[in-house]
């Protein structure tokens, strides 16, 4: 930012021209569907608060119409993509904003965000739909809690984004939403219409917005896991026969006073928690 609390932006050719000019038709297998809408993508941007001088990590540039934004914010940013035809644009990028951008060229599914980093930072990505669940469960699995990351903000299926805020006694709910939320703050901060993208994916989408809380004490995350999965492995089914598979778990259940006749869907995040802490450690990983 200047003195007067004005966005600098640099003069950087549109994303359209980017595209045509590097020939950067999209790539379904690489889930490519790009935004162009400066606007937009200011705001998306601004969804994790003031991130000047702040760490980032994207995942996923592309031809880079979100890094731009981030840099914008004056946020210094590293970004991950695996399309080295996107390298060349995301260079002209990174000599606009000089010293802010690093480009690694990698698949973000095999690259540790903390090696990258030394202290905090945020994730802000368009995901690529095919890898985005998975690369969001990894970054809420962290068995260090609160994480190297502040806060995630990201863009998914509006479907998936509505799964990951989804409360108890809903269809949406299960166990995406309870890693998502057993010690994270989950919100859907924006919905995002198809007609945004290039192209237009099928469905529409939304940003997520997770902060970390405070995980809750001498509760093993891997204990919770295994609760989860068999509970909602079987998610008709009552938890007396859900849980049957996890030794101690009918138990807890009658420690805590929750009705083994209940099934998955009706349990709170925090009854989940209470049943993980009871169980104690898991015996093997
Ligand atoms: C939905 S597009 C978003 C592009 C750009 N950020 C935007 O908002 O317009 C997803 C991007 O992720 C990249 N990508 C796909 N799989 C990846 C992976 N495993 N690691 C890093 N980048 C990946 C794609 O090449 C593509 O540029």
């Known amino acids: 930012m200047n003195g007067g609390g004005r966005l600098v932006t640099p003069s950087l050719p549109p994303l359209r021209e980017v595209i045509a000019r590097y ?6 297998a690489l889930g490519q ?6 606007q ?3 705001r998306i941007a601004a969804i994790p608060g003031s991130l000047e001088g702040e760490q980032v990590m994207e995942v996923g540039p592309g031809p880079g119409g979100l890094t731009r934004a981030l840099l914008r914010t004056g946020a210094r940013v590293t970004a991950i993509e695996m399309d080295r035809r996107c390298l060349p644009a995301l260079a002209e990028v990174e000599a606009a904003f000089p010293g802010q951008l690093t480009v690694i060229e990698g698949d973000a599914m095999k690259i540790a965000p903390a090696t990258l980093f030394d202290g905090p930072y945020h994730i802000v990505a368009n995901l690529p739909y095919n890898v985005g669940t998975a690369l969001f469960t990894d970054w809420l699995s962290s068995e260090d809690w609160p994480p190297q990351w502040r806060s995630l903000t990201l863009m998914f299926q509006e479907e998936v984004a509505r799964r990951i805020v989804a409360a108890p006694n809903t269809s ?3 166990r995406l939403p309870v890693l998502a939320q057993w010690r994270s703050r989950a919100r859907l901060a924006m919905k ?4 945004a993208f290039t192209p237009p994916p099928k469905v529409m989408s939304a940003v997520v917005h997770v902060v970390p809380d405070d995980a809750p004490e001498g509760v093993s995350m891997r204990m919770l896991e295994r609760v989860t999965e068999a509970a909602f492995g079987q998610r008709r089914k009552m938890l007396r026969q859900s849980l049957k598979g996890v030794p101690g778990a009918l138990e807890a259940l009658g420690r805590l006073g929750i009705d083994p006749q209940r099934r998955a869907e009706t349990l709170s995040v925090e ?4 049943v993980a802490r009871s169980l104690g450690q898991p015996d093997r990983p």
């Open 172 to 174: 949406a709910y299960g």
């Open 192 to 195: 995002v219409h198809r007609s």
């Open 271 to 274: 009854e989940f928690v209470s």
């Open 40 to 42: 937009l993508l200011d």
């Open 33 to 38: 569907n790009f935004l162009f809408d400066e």
């Open 23 to 28: 020939g950067l038709s999209a790539s379904k």
